[in-house]
């Protein structure tokens, strides 16, 4: 075990893409442990990402409102995310005062800060609606889509970091799949919120715009001015 950490500790501070390489070998230890937590793990991901092509509530409700799912989702998409965008996002002025390790935690910080902050919003909106089916719809559907997505992106983020070297063309594809996975979230959001939100259709466009649309336009601003 001394060993272990001795090595990640030469890796971290030989240079950024140590740093990524260590975090990448992390993400997929934390993969395996899940795996080993859910054994259907990714047969929860297959389900919950199909919610809104459903046409009964049944197709899904076995896998519905698991807490353990939804947190080891919270963690491991917003820990691979956040190696995602440290592997592709250059030297940013707030963070040149700090090592390449603690930059890693503070952008895993901001982004698992705003998943909470997203969630937070979510319940306190549907709460306030008395729609508790579209909210753990929702939330479902979005956590299985973002572990789908993780797991794809940092899959591909592995083969351009280990093979590459950062220097191919792989993180345009990046880009495209997070393009995708923003309308797929949308989308589907648009979908379940239309075949059970018992309010008028103005309620679910106001919910879009501001919950939705707001947060994908501010995000594919950074993305695609930063990357």
Not at 70 to 78: A, E, V
Not at 166 to 191: C, E, H, P, W
Not at 211 to 219: D, K, P, S, T, Y
Request: proline share 2%.
């Amino acid at each position: 075990m001394k060993r272990i950490v001795i090595i990640g500790e030469l890796i971290l501070k030989y240079d950024i893409q140590g740093v990524i390489k260590f975090s990448l070998l992390i993400a997929l230890l934390l993969i395996a442990f899940i795996y080993i937590l859910i054994p259907n793990w990714f047969n929860y991901i297959k389900i919950l990402v199909l919610i809104p092509l459903q046409k009964f509530q049944w197709q899904s409700e076995k896998y519905n409102e698991n807490s353990v799912f939804r947190l080891s989702s919270l963690f491991s998409s917003t820990f691979i995310f956040s190696i995602v965008i440290f592997s592709y996002l250059p030297e940013l002025k707030w963070l040149e005062n700090y090592s390449k390790t603690t930059n890693l935690f503070i952008i895993f910080g901001y982004v698992i800060g705003l998943f909470i902050l997203k969630l937070i919003i979510d319940y306190l909106y549907f709460y306030l609606h008395k729609a508790k089916k579209a909210m753990h719809l929702i939330i479902d559907y979005q956590y299985g889509l973002n572990q789908l997505f993780a797991i794809i992106i940092g899959s591909i983020t592995l083969v351009d970091v280990f093979f590459f070297g950062l220097t191919s063309d792989l993180y345009l594809l990046t880009k495209v799949l997070l393009a995708i996975y923003l309308f797929l979230r949308f989308s589907g959001n648009a979908i379940i919120l239309t075949n059970n939100f018992g309010y008028p259709i103005l309620t679910v466009i106001v919910y879009l715009c501001t919950f939705e649309i707001a947060l994908i336009m501010i995000f594919m601003k950074i993305l695609f001015n930063n990357i």
